[in-house]
């Protein structure tokens, strides 16, 4: 799976979007996930986490502000587009909570991923192949409907199909959740391989520990707004303080203890 070009970048500037009118998820909000490294967004519930990912996706536009795809010196405005462009300009979407279509056939449901390279039947063949090649536990049940599997074998699914097109940016939200603890490690060790192979990922997770562990950037929201970015380790002398801002409003947030390891 090594067609597309890598180093890929994406980016909000000042971006601002609703679901409904006067009522801002992101107001303002600005960040940079540079390619081939592994941008984690972290923040209380409400923050707008999930949201951004949404606007990078394609599937909430932006009112306000720049949605950018970064190829070196080269910026390409994408804010305008819908999902299935993004898809085709080399971005993909694992969204939050199940998303498999669970009447079709494991094999079906990685078809759908390759509607962007629809035209290109001999080669969505083989990425498929490769997908199961790379994920015996799909490989297996090719032919079963999605919806007989497991909540973790469903997650692994998710992320099969959005690498069928060869995407250079990743973009996951809450890989972890609802998932047993074995395939959860699974998860984040195929984010690590997807950034190996010099893919650009952007992850939305509440379990800190493990996202922190692998992240390169993060970036930290309140209230819609990017409040600080950096390492990882950068970061860590701030966290206590961070979390304890999400709780004094009213934010849910994990303790910093325990997402360094800790008691929480």
């Keep these: 799976?090594?067609?597309?070009?890598?180093?890929?970048?994406?980016?909000?500037?000042?971006?601002?979007?609703?679901?409904?009118?006067?009522?801002?998820?992101?107001?303002?909000l600005s960040l940079h996930a540079p390619a081939g490294k592994i941008s984690v967004i972290i923040g209380p519930n409400g923050s707008g986490k999930s949201t951004a990912l949404r606007v990078l996706a394609g599937f909430l536009r932006p009112s306000r502000g720049e949605v950018w795809l970064i190829d070196g010196s080269s910026r390409t405005s994408i804010g305008a587009g819908p999902p299935h462009l993004r898809s085709g300009l080399g971005i993909g979407y694992v969204p939050q909570g199940h998303s498999v279509f669970p009447a079709m056939s494991v094999y079906d449901n990685l078809l759908v991923g390759a509607w962007p390279i629809r035209r290109e039947r001999r080669r969505a063949r083989r990425t498929i192949q490769e997908l199961f090649d790379r994920y015996p536990v799909l490989a297996g049940?090719?032919?079963?409907?999605?919806?007989?599997l497991s909540g973790g074998q469903q997650r692994i699914l998710e992320l099969a199909r959005a690498l069928v097109p060869d995407p250079a940016v990743v973009l996951v939200d809450e890989p972890s959740a609802g998932v047993a603890p074995a395939v959860a490690a699974t998860m984040?060790?195929?984010?690590?391989?997807?950034?190996?192979?010099?893919?650009?990922?952007?992850?939305?997770?509440?379990?800190?520990?493990?996202a922190l562990a692998i992240a390169d950037v993060v970036h930290v929201l309140q209230s819609g707004?990017?409040?600080?970015?950096?390492?990882?380790?950068?970061?860590?002398?701030?966290?206590?303080?961070l979390v304890r801002s999400?709780?004094?409003?009213?934010?849910?947030?994990p303790s910093a203890r325990a997402a360094r390891g800790g008691a929480s």
């Design 141 to 148: 049940k090719r032919g079963a409907a999605a919806g007989s």
């Design 246 to 253: 999400w709780l004094s409003a009213g934010g849910d947030a």
């Design 188 to 210: 984040y060790q195929e984010l690590e391989a997807l950034r190996d192979e010099g893919r650009t990922v952007v992850l939305v997770d509440q379990d800190l520990r493990p």
């Design 1 to 28: 799976m090594t067609t597309r070009p890598r180093g890929l970048a994406v980016a909000l500037d000042e971006v601002t979007a609703e679901y409904f009118a006067d009522q801002p998820i992101l107001d303002g």
């Design 225 to 241: 707004r990017c409040v600080s970015s950096g390492s990882s380790r950068e970061l860590g002398a701030d966290l206590d303080a």
